[in-house]
C-alpha cells in the first residue's frame, strides 16, 4: 500500500518529534559532548588528558592520551555513535595511567576526526586504514594493546590484520561481528529520514549510515578472521541487547588462532568496560605482563560471575 504525499509527511514529522523526544533524554545528551564540557569535567581532576590530530591530506584523526609514551600503549576505539570520550573511566583510571600510555581516538566521522569531503565512512578497512598511522607511532617502541568496543570490536580486529607486528593483544567487547545476527532497531530506520537527519547531530548521522552498512562489510570481514594470528582475547555478555550474545559463538567458529580466550560473563550487558572495570583491567594488565607468544590458552568459553 503507497501512502499518499500528505500521509508520508505526517509520519515523517511524527518520526521526527519521536527523535527530538529522544535526543532530550539522559541517554542522548550523554553523547553530545563539548569542549567547553570536556573543560569543566576535568578543572578539578588531578591528571588530564592531551589531545592531538594526526593530519594530512585525506584525514584529520583525532585522539585523547594519558601516560608516558614510554609505556605500552593502550589503543582504545569506540563504537558507534561514540568518541574518545567512551573511554574516560579507563583514561583516569590510576592503575591503567601506571602501566600504559593509554589513546583513546576518535572515529571517522565522529568529533573531530574527518575523512576529507566525506561525513560518513562506512567501510571497516578504511576506518582501519585511518588508524594505522597511530598504530604504528604507539608501536614505535612495542606492539599495542588494542581494545575494540561494540562496532570499533571488527575495526579493531582489521587494523590488527593490517599490521599484526605491531599488535600484542587484541581485545574486542561486546562485538557485533556476525553478520546474520545484526539488530536495526526502529529508531536507526527512523534516522534514515532526511527530515529526521536534520534533527540529529552528525554523529547519529553517521552511525545510522555505519549501522546500515554494517552487516555487507561484516561479510566481507567474515573469510579473513582465521588469519588472526595475535593473542585475542573476546568478552561477551549474556544480557547484551545490542550485540547478540551468539556473536561469542561466532567469533569461536571462525578465530582459529591457538591464542584466542573467550570470556561469556551471563549477567552483563553491553557497556562491559563500564560495569565490569576491575576485571576488564584484570585482564588487560595480564595481557600486558604475558611473554608475547604465549600459547597456553584455551579454545573453549571461560564462563565469568
Same mark, same amino acid.
Given at each position: 500500500?503507497?501512502?499518499?504525499?500528505?500521509?508520508?509527511?505526517?509520519?515523517?514529522?511524527?518520526? /521526527?518529534?519521536?527523535? @527530538?523526544? +529522544? %535526543?532530550?533524554?539522559?541517554?542522548? =545528551?550523554?553523547?553530545? #559532548?563539548?569542549?567547553? *564540557?570536556?573543560?569543566?569535567?576535568?578543572?578539578?581532576?588531578?591528571?588530564?588528558?592531551?589531545?592531538?590530530?594526526?593530519?594530512?591530506?585525506?584525514?584529520?584523526?583525532?585522539?585523547?592520551?594519558?601516560?608516558?609514551?614510554?609505556?605500552?600503549?593502550?589503543?582504545?576505539?569506540?563504537?558507534?555513535?561514540?568518541?574518545?570520550?567512551?573511554?574516560?573511566?579507563?583514561?583516569?583510571?590510576?592503575?591503567?595511567?601506571?602501566?600504559?600510555?593509554?589513546?583513546?581516538?576518535?572515529?571517522?566521522?565522529?568529533?573531530?576526526?574527518?575523512?576529507?569531503?566525506?561525513?560518513?565512512?562506512?567501510?571497516?578497512?578504511?576506518? /582501519?586504514?585511518?588508524? @594505522?598511522? +597511530? %598504530?604504528?607511532?604507539?608501536?614505535? =617502541?612495542?606492539?599495542? #594493546?588494542?581494545?575494540? *568496543?561494540?562496532?570499533?570490536?571488527?575495526?579493531?580486529?582489521?587494523?590488527?590484520?593490517?599490521?599484526?607486528?605491531?599488535?600484542?593483544?587484541?581485545?574486542?567487547?561486546?562485538?557485533?561481528?556476525?553478520?546474520?545476527?545484526?539488530?536495526?532497531?526502529?529508531?536507526?530506520?527512523?534516522?534514515?529520514?532526511?527530515?529526521?537527519?536534520?534533527?540529529?547531530?552528525?554523529?547519529?548521522?553517521?552511525?545510522?549510515?555505519?549501522?546500515?552498512?554494517?552487516?555487507?562489510?561484516?561479510?566481507?570481514?567474515?573469510?579473513?578472521?582465521?588469519?588472526?594470528?595475535?593473542?585475542?582475547?573476546?568478552?561477551?555478555?549474556?544480557?547484551?541487547?545490542?550485540?547478540?550474545? +551468539?556473536?561469542?559463538?561466532?567469533?569461536? =567458529?571462525?578465530?582459529?588462532?591457538?591464542?584466542?580466550?573467550?570470556?561469556?560473563?551471563?549477567?552483563?550487558?553491553?557497556?562491559?568496560?563500564?560495569?565490569?572495570?576491575?576485571?576488564?583491567?584484570?585482564?588487560?594488565?595480564?595481557?600486558?605482563?604475558?611473554?608475547?607468544?604465549?600459547?597456553?590458552?584455551?579454545?573453549?568459553?571461560?564462563?565469568?560471575?
Amino acid at each position: 500500500m503507497h501512502l499518499p504525499f500528505s500521509s508520508k509527511v505526517s509520519v515523517v514529522r511524527s518520526v /521526527a518529534a519521536v527523535v @527530538l523526544l +529522544l %535526543l532530550c533524554t539522559g541517554c542522548f =545528551r550523554n553523547q553530545l #559532548i563539548t569542549e567547553r *564540557r570536556v573543560a569543566r569535567y576535568y578543572r578539578n581532576k588531578p591528571v588530564k588528558p592531551v589531545f592531538q590530530t594526526i593530519q594530512n591530506d585525506s584525514l584529520t584523526l583525532h585522539y585523547a592520551s594519558v601516560g608516558s609514551d614510554t609505556l605500552p600503549t593502550l589503543l582504545l576505539i569506540h563504537g558507534a555513535p561514540g568518541g574518545w570520550y567512551g573511554f574516560v573511566n579507563m583514561l583516569e583510571d590510576s592503575l591503567l595511567q601506571r602501566n600504559f600510555h593509554i589513546v583513546a581516538v576518535d572515529r571517522l566521522g565522529y568529533g573531530k576526526s574527518r575523512r576529507k569531503n566525506q561525513v560518513a565512512v562506512t567501510s571497516i578497512h578504511t576506518q /582501519a586504514q585511518s588508524l @594505522l598511522p +597511530l %598504530l604504528q607511532k604507539a608501536a614505535a =617502541r612495542q606492539p599495542a #594493546i588494542v581494545i575494540g *568496543r561494540s562496532y570499533g570490536a571488527a575495526i579493531a580486529a582489521q587494523l590488527t590484520l593490517l599490521r599484526p607486528e605491531s599488535v600484542r593483544h587484541l581485545f574486542m567487547v561486546s562485538p557485533p561481528i556476525d553478520p546474520d545476527k545484526e539488530k536495526i532497531f526502529w529508531f536507526a530506520r527512523a534516522a534514515r529520514y532526511r527530515v529526521v537527519q536534520w534533527c540529529l547531530p552528525r554523529m547519529f548521522v553517521v552511525a545510522t549510515a555505519e549501522k546500515f552498512a554494517h552487516a555487507a562489510e561484516l561479510r566481507e570481514l567474515k573469510p579473513r578472521w582465521e588469519k588472526l594470528d595475535v593473542p585475542v582475547t573476546v568478552l561477551q555478555g549474556g544480557k547484551d541487547w545490542i550485540a547478540d550474545p +551468539l556473536n561469542l559463538e561466532f567469533a569461536k =567458529r571462525h578465530i582459529k588462532s591457538k591464542r584466542a580466550k573467550f570470556l561469556f560473563l551471563p549477567d552483563a550487558g553491553h557497556y562491559i568496560t563500564e560495569t565490569h572495570t576491575k576485571l576488564v583491567k584484570e585482564i588487560i594488565l595480564e595481557a600486558v605482563h604475558a611473554p608475547v607468544h604465549v600459547s597456553s590458552y584455551s579454545s573453549g568459553t571461560e564462563t565469568v560471575r
